[in-house]
């Protein structure tokens, strides 16, 4: 399975990497989120995007709706990583297409959960 990491902090990205590789994911990383539509199109297909809420230029929750604007990844989980932990903040995200929604800080234990959830590991 193939999971991309979109965060603009190298540190959370490679943090991310970390866990999910440890669970046995295919990695790949973008910087923003025209670089992660680039991934998509690219290097896809893939089974979740990861994708941070505060990003320069592209946000997260307008990657998201580009991500669902695309009948090619429809199959696409989404996964939205933010310290935003509102509840308005969580309807958004989820209004805006993300399957599940992860709080930072994170731990390694809290990854694999979601992806759990999402029926990414059994």
Known sequence: MKVLI???????????SAI???LGFEVEQ???GEEALRCLAESGPFDLAMV????PGM??????????????????KVMMVTARNEKEAV???VCSGADEYLIKP?????????LRILGLLD
Do not use: C, Y
């Open 6 to 16: 979109v965060d603009d902090s190298g540190t959370m990205r490679n943090f991310i």
């Open 20 to 22: 999910v590789r440890e």
């Open 30 to 32: 973008a910087a923003d």
């Open 52 to 55: 941070d809420w505060n990003m």
């Open 59 to 76: 946000d997260g929750i307008s990657l998201v709706r580009r991500i669902r604007a695309n009948p090619d990844w429809n199959r696409l």
């Open 91 to 93: 309807i958004e995200a």
């Open 106 to 114: 994170m731990t390694a234990e809290m990854v694999e959960d979601k």
